[in-house]
């Protein structure tokens, strides 16, 4: 098969009626996946002569066309199948041509499935590319950063332009690997662009495949996570878990799930869940340290819970989380505070000197009274202890409750603060 062969299979697509039919035909001549187009290899193989002129039937209509066609030759005749440095300029040429021709109004929808393959294949080269080069090019991810622009723009020409269906039914695709890119910049941020852009549209999310509901919900459920928004986090996270089957999908999500349950007051089953990954020494070793943790905040000791985060910081950090764990003091106190009270016999009144909270050596000792008080405020404030202080080391407790349940607390607060980006959902 030769590049005439070629633009003689894409000129028959022209005159096809059928819109599915025609989609399909033309996804499978300009797919780059090699075991997916005998193309490929065939013109890589071919000792026959490039002709210097392609024209197809569609270039009246559609003349961004040509330069797809033009660009996938040149990738077929002059990539290098052991150099993927070689190879990277001329896939993402095509890309960027496939994107410019995905603006026309009467074919560009031909080109979504195009885009998508080519996306999938091209981000895993830039990412190692971006690695291998890291020290040359000091760090600047130059490739990531490329394809993040032509990714967006063409997810803002779905957005803004056009209602065609297959077009439309790439753009939650499109809008994720944004997010997964965004994330690999250390720029999470930008991910709001995405969330505030897809609740703009029409569309709504159970219209697209569960799998990209999955991956939406879990980058919604980790911004949430670094913004401090825990109630919203878990409730993505909690998506997330119950609508994949997917062991390694499972111990990807638990490592943001579990922390942020404890730290709402969720405590996982955490027998059930180690009989459930049982031989999985990685997320044996995250789910342990975790009962550790959650035992440690029930029972309200702070100095048990610092030295087990000191012991595993190294470990935290690289799970990314060791930010976040700060949280988790406020419970330790509230608890730690109920816990005093009850011994007490659940007197009116709760002195907070006789509460034993640590003061960190750093506090100089005429203010380590203000340490302490500062420490009762957050948490009347909060609502994890219901109250007034009417003293400095003295609380006057709620008649009713004042320990309130500390899920059912924060989900009061917060759960209807839904934000401006989750309507679509």
């Not at 005439?4 to 780059?32: G, M, Q, V, W």
């Not at 270039?59 to 990539?79: G, Q, R």
């Not at 879990?218 to 996270?237: A, D, P, Q, R, T």
């Not at 202080?389 to 899920?407: C, E, G, M, W």
Request: glycine share 4%; aromatic share 14%; with cysteine.
């Amino acid at each position: 098969m030769s590049v005439s062969d070629l633009i003689r299979e894409i000129n028959k697509t022209h005159s096809i009626s059928n819109n599915n039919e025609k989609f399909t035909a033309l996804t499978k001549l300009l797919t780059i996946l090699p075991i997916e187009n005998k193309f490929i290899t065939s013109i890589y193989n071919s000792t026959n002569q490039v002709p210097k002129n392609i024209s197809t039937l569609y270039d009246e209509e559609w003349s961004a066309f040509n330069s797809i066609v033009t660009s996938f030759i040149k990738f077929c005749v002059e990539m290098d199948p052991w150099s993927a440095l070689c190879s990277f300029d001329l896939l993402t040429t095509y890309l960027n041509d496939l994107s410019i021709a995905f603006n026309n109004n009467t074919y560009g929808w031909l080109l979504s499935d195009i885009i998508k393959t080519t996306i999938t294949m091209v981000i895993p080269i830039a990412i190692k590319l971006d690695y291998q080069m890291f020290y040359k090019e000091q760090g600047g991810k130059y490739r990531l950063n490329y394809m993040a622009s032509i990714i967006l723009k063409i997810f803002n020409n779905i957005r803004i332009n056009d209602s065609n269906v297959y077009k439309k039914s790439i753009i939650l695709y499109l809008g994720n690997k944004l997010c997964f890119i965004y994330w690999k910049l250390d720029n999470p941020l930008l991910c709001l662009n995405i969330f505030s852009n897809m609740n703009n549209t029409s569309l709504r999310i159970k219209e697209f495949p569960m799998s990209e509901q999955i991956k939406y919900k879990f980058y919604l459920g980790k911004f949430w996570f670094i913004k401090n928004e825990l109630i919203k986090s878990f409730e993505n996270f909690k998506f997330c878990l119950l609508n994949t089957s997917s062991l390694k999908n499972q111990k990807l999500i638990l490592e943001y799930f579990i922390p942020v349950s404890i730290i709402v007051g969720k405590v996982p089953n955490f027998n059930y869940l180690k009989s459930k990954f049982n031989g999985d020494n990685s997320i044996l070793e995250f789910l342990n340290l975790f009962e550790r943790i959650a035992f440690l905040v029930k029972i309200g000791d702070f100095n048990g819970y610092n030295n087990l985060i000191a012991e595993n910081y190294k470990y935290l950090k690289s799970k990314g989380i060791l930010l976040v764990m700060n949280k988790i003091e406020l419970l330790i106190y509230r608890n730690l505070s109920c816990k005093v009270w009850s011994i007490l016999g659940k007197q009116p009144n709760l002195n907070t000197n006789l509460v034993p909270i640590p003061i960190p050596s750093s506090i100089p000792p005429q203010d380590q009274i203000f340490y302490k008080e500062n420490i009762f405020v957050t948490l009347i404030d909060t609502g994890l202890l219901k109250g007034k202080l009417v003293k400095t080391n003295l609380i006057a407790l709620s008649k009713i409750d004042p320990f309130p349940n500390v899920f059912d607390r924060y989900l009061r607060a917060y759960s209807n603060k839904t934000g401006s980006n989750t309507g679509w959902i």
